[in-house]
């Protein structure tokens, strides 16, 4: 399996990079946070579909009806973070039919003039608490805004490595996503990029939405299929099905499906809920804080599963990749840079944990509204618009449900 070099870039692990910190680490995270130096590593239900509330058509959104389905999976292409496969309930909702593009997050920043964290300075005294102890401080024009942008190495390069094809790009951010150089001008219907985990939270809010939980994002993803490998069956991926990365990863793409980065939203066929881009394109965050255990400890013993209802992920993080990160969130779905070399995380089963201060030229979001979610911590901190309000200690048993209705 290529369970352990897939991408995950934090800021800070940038700043780490920028910085020259140099030390060991087991996982590519990790790796990457010291220093790049060391890698290594069907719906069944019935909910009845509500009108839209006074003033409120839900443009541009489709309703995901709610009901019990296999979350997870167990095929060969399969990580451990995928089991068990349990059966998870969620009440209906409605889900943006596509990636929140560059002309809807224009309008947010013109009504609101929100500025994302790509966009900022890089807080230092925020970032070396998180650093190992003494780590020293990055020169000031590397502390400039910037964010991680893909650049495509010569030739074939050791997959453990992902600073050979992520670089810190001053200058990048969602108007500029390959860099300074670059623009938005004719991309208005490209998903947004380089947009940070409050980034998305902020354009949720104002939005009148929220960001899915990670089992909404699967139930929905599945499109009423039940246990399948892909969006649209069992069938494999092929470069009519979705925007990912053919040819040899990561130095040479031969764009067989027509684009070598992101692609205008609505580019490939939907899924049988009317959901396009749910495999491939870009990454897309979920509320849910990541715990590669997740779903063991959903679902408690196996000897008597217990089906989770409206889940809401765990009240803390955990992925033994980097052990010491607290905050990492779940994003889903894949991008176009997944090769079955390397992630093949275009399946709908497919989990990442990334950093919620991390900005990456193929992650964006979608939103919903509606629904019913649990008040747990992974979604009090999304709810709260905060990325690190998550309480401390093991979670594990804290899976009592609470049945509170979502904020909207
Ligand atoms: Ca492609
Ligand atoms: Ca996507």
Redesign the pocket.
């Known amino acids: 399996m290529q369970r352990t070099t897939t991408p995950r870039e934090l800021r800070h692990e940038a700043m780490a990079v920028i910085a020259g910190v140099v030390g060991g680490g087991a996982g590519i995270g990790h790796a990457t946070l010291k220093g790049l130096s060391a890698g290594g590593t069907g719906i069944g239900g019935a909910a009845s579909q509500p009108a839209a509330g006074e003033g409120r058509t839900h443009e541009g959104m489709v309703w995901i009806p709610g009901g019990e389905f296999l979350m997870g999976s167990t095929d060969p292409l399969a990580r451990v973070d995928e089991s068990p496969v349990h059966s998870v309930r969620v009440d209906g909702f409605w889900m943006d039919t596509t990636?929140v593009t560059i002309a809807q997050f224009a309008r947010f920043v013109a009504a609101t003039g929100y500025k994302t964290v790509a966009e900022r300075p890089v807080d230092w005294e925020a970032m070396k608490l998180q650093l190992p102890p003494g780590t020293p401080k990055p020169p000031d024009e590397q502390l400039r805004p910037g964010s991680l942008v893909f650049v495509p190495p010569a030739g074939p390069v050791d997959l453990r490595f992902v600073e050979q094809w992520w670089r810190w790009t001053n200058g990048a951010d969602w108007r500029h996503p390959e860099g300074p150089a670059s623009s938005i001008a004719g991309r208005e219907q490209h998903?947004v990029v380089h947009v940070a985990f409050e980034d998305a939270l902020a354009y949720a809010k104002w939005a009148g939405k929220r960001l899915p939980t990670e089992a909404e994002w699967e139930c929905a993803a599945r499109g009423g299929l039940r246990g399948k490998v892909n969006v649209w069956g069992d069938e494999g991926v092929d470069p009519n099905r979705c925007n990912y990365f053919q040819g040899h990863f990561p130095d040479h793409n031969t764009s067989e499906d027509g684009f070598a980065t992101a692609a205008p939203v609505k580019s490939f066929p939907p899924n049988a809920f009317g959901l396009y881009?749910?495999?491939?394109?870009?990454?897309?965050w979920c509320a849910d804080l990541y715990h590669e255990r997740a779903y063991r400890m959903e679902v408690g013993s196996t000897d008597t599963p217990r089906v989770a209802e409206n889940p809401s992920g765990p009240a803390t993080c955990f992925d033994s990749r980097r052990p010491d990160e607290k905050t990492l969130r779940v994003i889903r779905?894949?991008?176009f840079l997944c090769n079955d070399s390397y992630c093949a995380s275009y399946r709908p089963s497919a989990r990442m944990a990334t950093s919620p201060d991390t900005s990456l030229r193929h992650v964006?979001f979608r939103c919903v509204e509606g629904g019913a979610v649990r008040k747990e911590a992974g979604v009090k901190g999304a709810d709260a618009g905060k990325a690190d309000d998550a309480g401390d200690g093991d979670s594990a048993g804290k899976s009592e449900t609470a049945g509170a209705p979502a904020r909207k």
């Open positions: 990636e998903p881009d749910m495999a491939g394109n870009v990454w897309e779905g894949g991008s964006g």
